[in-house]
């Protein structure tokens, strides 16, 4: 019997000149919907990962922080989320952070692509645990902007979870000002939105900066923070946005309260002390978001991943 | 004229398992030292970078998140640092940080590598920025446990910035217990520790807790902090340690004001914001700290890296 | 539906600095049996492949150039090849091409590792066709020249299908001056013996001129001749090896008139102007023969793969 | 001292889905052209390499074999070669081989980019070992289907010495029928024309049967051959071409009567051994020739490399 010698690779760009590569243990499921191209691979380091367009979406070993983080800071911010809408979330993990607040009586995920969906209910049930057939949660495949588009319902919370914005995929519209007009008409008074906002790697803050700028031409309350998950290959952003609730305003106690009082079962990655750790971003990110006058527009839109 | 694309990479293997993958613009050096291999690559995503035994050191891009995370958070804890030390700290950068402060009197850095030192003095001045010529410097090459060990004097602050710990390595036998014993007997009363601590990925805790582990049977206060220094491909930590001086005592603003008095020029990563959110690392890494019993001695040593 | 980008490569190591990738579609099967490491990959550009201890051994697009290359010039050189003994050969397809040969009434096939030659037959029935299930075929699981030592029969022709000699692989001790002897004890009068004898590329000749050196020690006839295996990364080289009978005696008319009568169906690769060409090595691989002196022995053997 | 573990590699992308990797020494020279990106690589296993536009052109380890195989035969199947006509040729090989020829009194070599070949005559002094001094010798950079549409000298034998055809690289149009109709006026009575035919891997046969077919729309007399040059990372097919010479009707003994007559010093990899094992390629080569009915022309192009 010999040691295991890894000479299986799936490389992940991060940029066209970066990567990360991960030992391949077994390819899952690998294939083409009608929006990009997915793969569910097995790897040696992080278990089951979701790729879509030759990016890693989400980890086995490490979708809680990045889950959590995406989800919590939002949900815990606001004083009392009942209805939360998701933007993507196609592993629906997402989903499932939701869910376990119980202050919550209805989520709507509106996803792009039912293949995708499809497919991580299927073979990662790791990842939603059920949460699809939770009868507070109403699932929906078409773009999301329409759907927040022509609807009236208010939610308290959106969250956009998407992949980044690249320019033959889905998502680029996602990120634009004249989005963020829409999706402030449909948040309730006190309603907050979140979402990741890529790298914050210091060679390459074009993406996060711009993103927070254009957030903050239309939201009051602009909260960056962020989270390591190993797996994006790069230290990460999140931003929480909203007319009036500060994230920072809440203590740590309060934070810890808050998860006692709302939420099912145990956070691996949140609580109190990782909510203020996470909102005090380091200097150069600041200064950062601070020099940055660029206002991402569906006719200036913005790509990341380009040399 | 057409657009560059790379075709030359170099492999940091995080793991057997993981790398990280980088486009190489120049290949500055490469050479075998007495004690490990040692290459300077220019790279198109982080600039000039040192590589030891294979592993990504330090890149031009990043270095101020390490260094000013290894340096500043000690040297602002103190009271008032007047004699540092330095284990290991081959480019000059963390020296150069140090004596930034305008308190230190005295800076002594001992590294066994002195081809690597050389290299690193002629070909990356960038990093140390003349560091090795201030009359406070003092420059050894040898074994610092050893020097360590045969010394009378007390330093106010001890650095070790070193390699990790791999099996043919020469840094091994500075995460033992037997060595914070040593390097206790050398700290002033309110002498403060630092060090890199490895990976906080939560697939690879092992090597970061128990060197957290093995510093808490050695000192009183054990604080563990974070930062992302995107070029390490993965989540970084740190950890500070000392008899009697706490970090989280600091309030945001005292940080500040000590950097406004102690630091000649401004930093790019630290202050008091950066500092409150360092030392609030993730609930999942404070658990895995807590149930780690694992305590690295000489006899029982810890290799990183090993599959 | 846009167009497929891989991003999962087998890395196949031809050295320590050289290699060859494939793109994966598929990872068949990945194990460990009792001797090496085992994978069925499937890829993009040359289909199913066998992969053992990490190396390529064959590909569904050009093992017909290997297997007829391995077994043609032999079995075609020999007058009436009746009685055949294959060293190795776990995918099938060794024997199989031996079995395509009319004159053929028994073929002894022994190789080290049941659990290699199981999934060949489970996964691969394009390699081996059904000829595991050929009456006139007798399969033995030990090691072969366990089983050549202690055997009375003789063979007319004697067929090496083993991978390379690597330090920790199962096949070093069927390339010494030893085993040679052991073979030639066991050949009819005019018996022939074949192998694949390594790559033929200018910057590693070692192993295969040692090779031809050392068969050169034990047999009269030494007629070295080459093929192209794209899959295998590298040009690749064999050995035909005799006591009296030289295939460079016969003439392109005659190879294809024995090809007409003696074999089932046609050949891909294999025919009289094939046969012209391949024994016609080039010059420098002559020259190289001519000086290497070294001749491989239990005690002193050689060992590809090293830097 | 530490064995060296190499950790930087060169990617040649031999199609999207299949590569060779060579460890990296050093890199000599890193550039873009007017015409295409350049570099010359130090590698471990080839040393000095030559790579245009990500492909590697030739290896210091095996462009003997390649630049032997590429002129000789057809100089040597000439009965008296005087003037020569070199497409392309940067390295400035090709044009050493050439004058190597006693007969030759005046070769031509035209190229169409000046710092390709101003870099390999810096760089690359081992491959024209001072042949662009020789006086017999004249060298032009322009496109050399435009000089040869408006020459009137003729040529004893031509030798088309390009990189593969890309799409968005300077060769496309030295492939096609109209460009082999430039050239048969360009040659004299008992002309001679040769060229690479790309790889004769059974998986991507298309280019290299197209060129042979669209060759036999003009040229009486069509002859592949192949020889294995390992840093291509593919076995690779050359072809010869004339109105009424035929190199297979050259025996051994004249071919090595006419190296040794009419070439100066010695040859590593071609003599008339050699010359009759090149001309006899595989039964599988001969076929795919055979069933190509595909004619290159300027208005259908093909391309190498594509997915």
Request: net charge negative; proline share 5%; with cysteine.
């Given at each position: 019997m010999k040691a295991h010698r890894n000479s299986n690779w799936f490389f992940d760009n991060l940029?066209?000149?970066e990567g990360h590569i991960h030992g391949i243990k077994n390819i899952l499921y690998s294939g ?5 191209s997915m793969e569910i691979l097995e790897t040696w380091s992080y278990g089951k990962c979701l790729i879509l367009?030759g990016k890693m979406q989400s980890s086995e070993v490490d979708e809680f922080i990045y ?24 592993e629906?993990a ?25 497919k991580c209910?299927e073979l990662l049930p790791e990842y939603h645990q ?98 390591n998950i190993p797996s994006f290959g ?34 691996a ?39």
């Amino acid at each position: 019997m010999k040691a295991h010698r890894n000479s299986n690779w799936f490389f992940d760009n991060l940029s066209p000149e970066e990567g990360h590569i991960h030992g391949i243990k077994n390819i899952l499921y690998s294939g083409e919907s009608e929006f990009q191209s997915m793969e569910i691979l097995e790897t040696w380091s992080y278990g089951k990962c979701l790729i879509l367009d030759g990016k890693m979406q989400s980890s086995e070993v490490d979708e809680f922080i990045y889950h959590e983080a995406l989800v919590h800071p939002a949900m815990l911010t606001h004083p009392k989320p009942e209805s939360v809408f998701i933007v993507g979330g196609g592993e629906g993990a997402t989903l499932r952070e939701v869910l376990r607040h119980k202050t919550v009586k209805r989520a709507v995920m509106v996803d792009i692509d039912k293949e995708v969906v499809d497919k991580c209910r299927e073979l990662l049930p790791e990842y939603h645990q059920g949460a699809f057939d939770d009868p507070r949660a109403e699932l929906l495949f078409m773009d999301a902007r329409k759907y927040l588009e022509d609807a009236d319902e208010k939610f308290d919370v959106i969250i956009i979870d998407i992949s980044e914005p690249v320019e033959e995929g889905p998502a680029y519209l996602l990120y634009t000002q004249e989005f963020y007009n829409i999706v402030t008409e449909r948040l309730t008074g006190s309603g907050i939105i979140t979402q990741q906002t890529g790298t914050i790697s210091p060679n390459s803050l074009l993406n996060y900066t711009a993103v927070n700028n254009t957030l903050s031409t239309v939201f009051q309350v602009v909260a960056p923070y962020y989270a390591n998950i190993p797996s994006f290959g790069r230290p990460w952003g999140f931003t929480l946005a909203s007319k009036n609730v500060d994230p920072l305003s809440l203590p740590t106690e309060e934070v810890d309260k808050r998860i006692g009082k709302r939420i099912k079962g145990k956070l691996a990655f949140y609580d109190g002390i990782t909510h203020q750790g996470a909102f005090r971003i380091p200097k150069y990110l600041r200064e950062a978001n601070r020099k940055q006058k660029r206002v991402i527009r569906d006719t200036e839109p913005l790509f990341a991943y380009t040399a």
